[in-house]
């Protein structure tokens, strides 16, 4: 575990994490974009979909929060086919709507990080794949595609010095 403000802790999410296909597909619709002066687009590595942010869980903590975390849940095909620029200058592509699944996997990891005394975001989720921060003013290509992403699971992220690290990977879903 990295050390977090001083404390033997993890800074943790819970994400949906790509395949290579679907990794792949991101990064060039990435590159449709038109990005201005001062865009940070997100690394190839780091592209995701957070289902939870967790936050600092004290290290001794994590091999139990892992446990605790593996949930079944349907199988899912998400389309991402809705790209914007959010008000906090964050470029992102979205889902037009969101699967059942998808919403009932949040609503159940939800309960069980509530069961486990960690912290659940109070606002709505809304599903989406940050692709550049300080975009504002960025362009989304003229012809949006959908990206067809089938979500066979989920993982359990640490973030540390701007990279993440999947420390467990809940598949076996459906």
Known sequence: MTTEGGTNSARLFLALWPSPAVR?????????????????????????????????????????????LRVSAPRVTLELDTPEVWPNRCAVLCPSAVPAALAWLHNTLAQSLHVQGLPVEPRPFRPHVTLARNAAGAVPPAQPATLRWPVRGYELVQSAAGRYTPLARYRGMG
């Open 24 to 68: 792949r597909h991101l990064v060039e619709l990435q590159s449709r974009w038109a990005w201005p002066p001062g865009a940070a687009c997100t690394l190839a590595d780091n592209l995701h979909l957070t289902l939870h942010f967790i936050g600092a869980v004290p290290a001794v903590r994590v091999p139990d929060v892992m446990e605790g």
